[in-house]
């Protein structure tokens, strides 16, 4: 396995609020951990919400005994927003800040995955690229009503609204997936500072095409960056099945 993570301010904020984390390596009984947290929130609210949730995350789950890993990151997810909300509750200054989330763990050839709001986990294989987690937004809860299409004027302006959000009251509803992986697959976990900027066919090329991690996600952020850069980015990028995995 080989990953590599990045985040960047952007071009227009004066703050990161995105976080990031990599392991490849175990955290408490998981074989690895990966996350992105966008924070949201006045000040540095957004960027204490997002440090919040990531760092708590890892705490959770290096005190946890072995357990299936759907069962460790809700039981984390859940411990870590009611922890999140409290502080909420604790400053006027952090009054109203929360944070998305998006977790993966790469156990065997399976890819488990843990998203709240909007930041997103892709899964990008020769010319496919598939977004595995759904949006928690008032845009994409419309386009399944058949409300509103994508791209169009409505959906661009109303994008930034997410309806579920780390910290945002005492419970939260993550959704959970399972995926089979294949040799080749990459992983890529970003925030919207990404998604909002680069279309899927120019996320895809850029990681399937030569470079390193380090260079494809460099190259990913410099290509946001060069669409306006409006918003902080956050890329993880994971080869799960790379040339120092041994899962044969």
């Excluded at 357990?67 to 460790?72: A, E, L, N, S, Y």
């Excluded at 697959?185 to 899927?200: A, E, Q, T, V």
Aim: glycine residues 8%; charged residues 25%.
């Amino acid at each position: 396995m080989e990953a590599y993570a990045l985040t960047d301010t952007g071009r227009v904020r004066s703050m990161n609020q995105d976080y990031i984390y990599s392991s490849p390596e175990m955290v408490g009984s998981l074989p690895n951990l990966f996350m992105v947290a966008d924070g949201m929130g006045g000040h540095k609210a957004g960027d204490f919400a997002s440090r919040f949730a990531v760092e708590n995350l890892v705490i959770h789950i290096t005190k946890m005994r072995q357990k299936p890993v759907i069962t460790q990151l809700k039981s984390g997810i859940q411990a870590v927003n009611q922890a999140l909300y409290q502080e909420s509750l604790s400053q006027d200054a952090l009054k109203g800040m929360g944070c998305t989330l998006v977790a993966a763990v790469v156990e065997s050839r399976s890819l488990y995955v843990a998203n709240v709001g909007d930041s997103r986990l892709y899964l990008i294989h020769g010319d496919s690229i598939r977004q595995v987690t759904r949006d928690h937004s008032y845009v994409e809860e419309m386009v399944a009503m058949g409300q509103m299409a994508r791209n169009t004027d409505g959906y661009n302006s109303h994008k930034h609204i997410i309806t579920r959000a780390m910290g945002a009251g005492m419970k939260v509803e993550p959704d959970f997936f399972e995926v089979e992986l294949e040799k080749g697959d990459y992983i890529l976990l970003c925030s919207d500072g990404l998604s909002n900027m680069l279309d899927n066919e120019t996320i895809r090329q850029v990681i399937t095409g030569k470079g390193t991690l380090k260079e494809k996600a460099s190259r990913l952020i410099r290509e946001a960056n060069c669409q306006g850069g409006i918003d902080n980015i956050a890329v993880v990028l994971i080869d799960p099945l790379g040339k120092e995995a041994d899962l044969c």
